[in-house]
């Protein structure tokens, strides 16, 4: 009696392990493949406070969004994203290289773009040789729009449109004087150089300017001046 019970225990403990089998197999073989998503961020170095405040945490929680409601819809079918996401060290060589690495050996799905203008002016112009399509967020310069590559796309105003924005606020608010203080980079470079042409279809006068260094190290001073 005793080995017939036992017997019977080891073939329902059997049974069960390949029923238990053949479910994860059929949920392994049925389970869509993740969309791979890739792209570079500053979580070191210069760059980092930008990127880690007004990118990379919307690109992680716009997939939490996205993989919460069952993944992103591909031709109607739910595919979960996957990021294979890098550290560039705010180093615009290790960005090109990492964005060469993710299209050409990598081969991802999908590129999202890095941070600030300079790297986002050369991984447009690498994204167009590998026929990447991508769609530019944090990108502020004429320059890119000039380049007229048929894979990119810019989503903000550039300097031009802006800078008249903003001249017309000034104008209507009944500003006469201001002092304007920048940033030594080609963004904020770009920028003021649009403020200033469109100030000057206006009457209002600049009585100050000051550049701050790249590490801030003038800030206090730029600002008492």
Request: charge should be neutral.
């Amino acid at each position: 009696m005793a080995d017939s019970n036992r017997r019977l225990i080891i073939k329902s403990a059997a049974a069960s392990a390949i029923l238990a089998t053949q479910s994860v197999f059929a949920q392994t073989v049925n389970k869509p493949n993740p969309v791979r998503i890739g792209y570079t961020t500053p979580r070191s170095g210069a760059w980092t406070v930008g990127a880690q405040t007004t990118q990379e945490p919307i690109y992680l929680f716009w997939a939490d969004i996205i993989n919460e409601a069952g993944g992103l819809d591909v031709q109607g079918v739910k595919r979960p994203i996957e990021f294979v996401a890098l550290d560039d060290n705010s180093e615009l060589d290790s960005c090109i290289r990492h964005y060469d690495n993710l299209m050409n050996n990598e081969k991802v799905d999908i590129i999202l773009p890095p941070w600030g203008n300079i790297a986002n002016i050369n991984v447009a112009q690498l994204a167009n040789r590998y026929q990447y399509p991508i769609l530019h967020t944090s990108v502020f310069s004429q320059k890119i729009v000039d380049l007229n590559l048929p894979f990119v796309f810019t989503v903000t105003p550039q300097p031009k449109v802006m800078a008249s924005a903003l001249v017309s606020y000034l104008v209507d608010s009944g500003v006469k004087n201001i002092a304007v203080v920048y940033n030594d980079d080609l963004y904020s470079l770009e920028n003021y150089a649009n403020f200033k042409l469109a100030l000057n279809k206006s009457k209002i006068k600049i009585v100050k300017d000051g550049s701050i260094s790249s590490n801030g190290s003038n800030t206090i001073k730029v600002i008492k001046d």
